[in-house]
């Protein structure tokens, strides 16, 4: 098997991933349901548009993700008072608490790649990845 650093990085990036979806699993949680409840806790108030920029979705899905989410009993939406076209998306206490305990789940999904790295390997791993964005960030 070729072992291009591309190939590399999309191999991590897809079984960090997998580790990610199965810990979530236990919670009737997806990735981008996670995502969503993380930004609403540390941005109450957020607007579908917020949630749009952050987790590089459209309009549509963002849309269908929050009806979900207040079907459930996870969020809430309120409107503005001064525009009732905004409408405002705050976690209900069930919400929050379904955040804690993904937010958890993730760390520990997590923890497999990091604890095989020793501080220095984390902080070179890093400065290479960055390395390798600036790359792609050039005009």
């Excluded at 650093?5 to 991933?17: A, F, G, P, Q, S």
């Excluded at 949680?29 to 806790?41: E, G, K, V, W």
């Amino acid at each position: 098997m070729e072992e291009s650093n591309t190939l590399m990085i999309k191999l991590v990036e897809r079984t960090l991933r997998r580790e990610v979806e199965t810990a979530l699993r236990p919670l009737g949680l997806t990735p981008q349901q996670s995502q969503s409840l993380h930004m609403l806790a540390m941005s109450p108030g957020a607007t579908n548009a917020d949630l749009e920029r952050a987790l590089f979705i459209d309009k549509s899905s963002v849309t269908s993700l929050i009806n979900g989410m207040v079907k459930r009993g996870w969020a809430v939406r309120r409107e503005l008072a001064e525009d009732a076209r905004v409408k405002r998306i705050y976690l209900t206490d069930t919400g929050m608490a379904l955040y804690e305990a993904a937010s958890e789940a993730v760390k520990k999904a997590k923890e497999g790649a990091n604890d095989r790295l020793t501080a220095e390997e984390s902080l070179q791993l890093r400065s290479l990845l960055k390395k390798i964005l600036a790359a792609y960030e050039q005009p």
